[in-house]
Structures are given as C-alpha cells and as structure tokens.
C-alpha cells in the first residue's frame, strides 16, 4: 500500500471514529442537549453548566410544558418544581441551580432561557452575599463557559466534547449495569426535583455532625459578636446588582420576578466581621431601593421568623431543610414576608434586634416541620404582621 492511500485510509477511518462517537453522543445524549432522555428510567447529569443548558434547549424551546423557571444556589436545590409550579400558578417550572453560582453566571443562564421567549416567571434564590462582590466576578472553582450560553453558539460542537463524552461513558454503563455503577454520579429523581433535595431525615446526621457539642460551645462564646451589630447608615453602590440583575428586569417587564432572599442561621452572621455584616445590610437595602420602581418583582424576606434561630433546621450555618422551601413558597402564595421600601426600615430594625437578642442552646434536637413553622409564625411574638 502507498503512502497516499495509508493516508487516505488513515483521514478515512480518523471520520468515521469521530462521526461514531458523535452520533453515540447524540443518542445518549447525556445532558439532554437535542432531546430529551431515551431511557425508560431517565438520568441527568450532576455537570450542571451542561445539563441547565440542556434543559433550556430541550424542555424549554422544544416543548410547551414550562413558562417558569427556578434560578439559585445550593440553597435553592430543595424546591420541589411541581410545588414552586403550584405556588406561583405556573405551567412547569425547570430548575436552572449552580453550586456557588454567582450573578455573572445566573444572568448568562437566565439570558439563554429568556431568548425563548417562553418564559412567564422567574423564582430566584437570591444570595446577597454573592452580591456584593464586584460585577463579572466568577465563581474561582469553576470555569464558565459564557460562550455556550450566547446566542450563537452551535451547541453540535459539543458531540465531540470530552466531558461529553466521558458522560456518555457513564450513562451507558450505567444502565447497562443495571443501575449500580456510578449511581452517585447521576441525578435519577426527575426534572422536578433535579439535584441534591435535602429532605427533614436527610439533614439529621449532617447536623449533629457540623452543630457537635463541642461547635455550638464555640458558638455559644462567639454570640457576644451580635451585641455590636447596628443598622447600616450611608450609602453604598452595588455594581453586581447594576450590571447583573437590573437588566434582566427592566428588559423583561412582561416577566414576573419573585426574589428569595436567602435566610442563612442567625449563627452564620458570627463567621461576618462588622464591615461583612454591613455590607449585607447595605446591599439588602441597595436591592430594595433600586428596584423599587418595578411592578414585576417581588422579595420575601425571613430573617424576623423564628426558623433561622432554631439550628436543628440546618445542617451548616447557611442550608436548611425541604420544608423551609416549602414554607417560603407558602409566603408568596399567601402575600406574606413582603420585604419593600415602606417597611425596609422596620424590617431592618427587627432582623437586627433578633439577632442581637439570640442565644445559643446547648442542643438543637427537633427540627420544623412545614407545619411548625405555619404554626411558629401565627404565635410569634417577632410580630411579623408588623412588619409586612
């Protein structure tokens, strides 16, 4: 054989493997990228950049089963979508979390979903802390690749990508297994309660081991940080908020925002130094001022309920348990914890004094229930009738 035809056979079967992979990628197609799962039991991927992509492209602009849409964190990942659907009179809501997502990020992911055109309603676990950063900071453990959620890009260069690939991998043998390989590395719980759902008995072990006696002893020494908390006085500018999520409601008022402003454990304010806890207060009160001339948000708010003071209802100082998600969904369907300019003063003034009048327990061992915290809140003597 020549060297002309070793080279022809060569660039002959170098396409052939690469169309193979190409189309075994586009049949599996782990991140749902072109449609939509081909197993009886479907699966999702844990890569969330890729599969928050694939839920836009394929379940968003391909169907007509959702106008709603879940944007937020870890602490986000716990609304159940057929819940937040039900709470805010929606078709179908997809889940479009981040781990850490910061507010470049969520503004790229929220572009994309909105180029469809298809989307009513927004549901955001707002995250002041990620906030307060300087615009266009991402988050430093990942790379995210704004590209693939611009317009233009051409989501079949993707067949040929590693991390597809490698998800291809895992799928197949996965199934091919029986569902016992690589388990861990799969979201099999459906489109509604797509990734990590921390259920009441799933937090339990988490808790005793991160509020150990011996934590809430540290804890119990460092409460005296509370007895300095003031009120923020002056004025600050937040370019994250300005360049990030302003936009995305001026150019969208046909699209109705309902932002969740995360309640962390009141112990996660003794991690803050004083200029940390400041700058929360400062960017709460920037976020409220700027958008208080649009009819198409709303913001809840919870840190003068009695929950984020019980830690049992936490497994670490900022994530809680499912039925605190189901209890702030129940706020927006009952018009309660409306956080807006005429009562931001008052509610500013009551999140600090609860926070300074809080004291650590020895023990956290029951946890809210959905109905508890109903319950907490009708018999609070934090007065949140007041306060809305």
Request: aromatic share 16%; hydrophobic share 35%.
């Amino acid at each position: 054989m020549n060297s002309r035809k070793q080279i022809k056979l060569f660039l002959y079967l170098n396409v052939t493997f690469l169309f193979l992979i190409g189309l075994i990628n586009y049949i599996v197609d782990p991140f749902t990228l072109f449609h939509q799962p081909i197993w009886k039991k479907p699966t999702f991927s844990v890569r969330q950049v890729f599969t928050n992509l694939g839920q836009i492209d394929t379940y968003l602009k391909n169907t007509d089963q959702y106008d709603c849409i879940l944007i937020g964190t870890s602490h986000a990942l716990n609304f159940s979508g057929k819940e937040v659907s039900k709470a805010l009179e929606a078709k179908g809501t997809l889940k479009l979390c981040l781990y850490s997502g910061h507010p470049v990020e969520f503004e790229a992911i929220a572009n994309r979903a909105f180029r469809s055109t298809k989307v009513k309603k927004v549901l955001w676990g707002f995250e002041l802390m990620h906030f307060f950063l300087p615009a266009y900071t991402p988050y430093h453990k990942r790379v995210f690749p704004y590209e693939w959620y611009n317009s233009s890009f051409k989501k079949y260069n993707l067949l040929l990508n590693p991390t597809t690939c490698s998800e291809t991998a895992l799928s197949l043998i996965y199934h091919l297994s029986n569902y016992r390989l690589f388990a861990h590395r799969l979201f099999k719980t459906g489109l509604d309660n797509i990734y990590y759902h921390n259920t009441l008995p799933a937090i339990k072990k988490k808790h005793l081991h991160f509020f150990s006696k011996a934590k809430l002893k540290v804890l119990k020494n460092k409460n005296q940080i509370f007895k300095t908390f003031n009120p923020f006085s002056g004025h600050k500018t937040f370019s994250a908020i300005d360049i990030h999520f302003i936009p995305l409601i001026e150019n969208h008022p046909e699209i109705d925002f309902y932002v969740l402003l995360v309640p962390y454990s009141s112990v996660y304010f003794t991690e803050l130094d004083q200029q940390q806890y400041q700058d929360i207060l400062a960017c709460q009160r920037y976020l409220i001022e700027k958008c208080s001339v649009y009819s198409n948000v709303k913001f809840y708010a919870f840190h003068t309920c009695k929950f984020p003071y019980n830690l049992a209802n936490y497994h670490d100082t900022t994530h809680y348990h499912s039925d605190i998600n189901r209890y702030m969904l129940y706020a927006i369907q009952n018009d309660q914890h409306r956080l807006t300019l005429s009562n931001l003063d008052v509610y500013e003034k009551a999140m600090i004094e609860n926070l300074k009048n809080f004291e650590v327990q020895d023990a956290y061992p029951q946890e809210d229930t959905f109905e508890d915290i109903i319950k907490n809140e009708v018999q609070s003597h934090l007065k949140q009738d007041d306060v809305n």
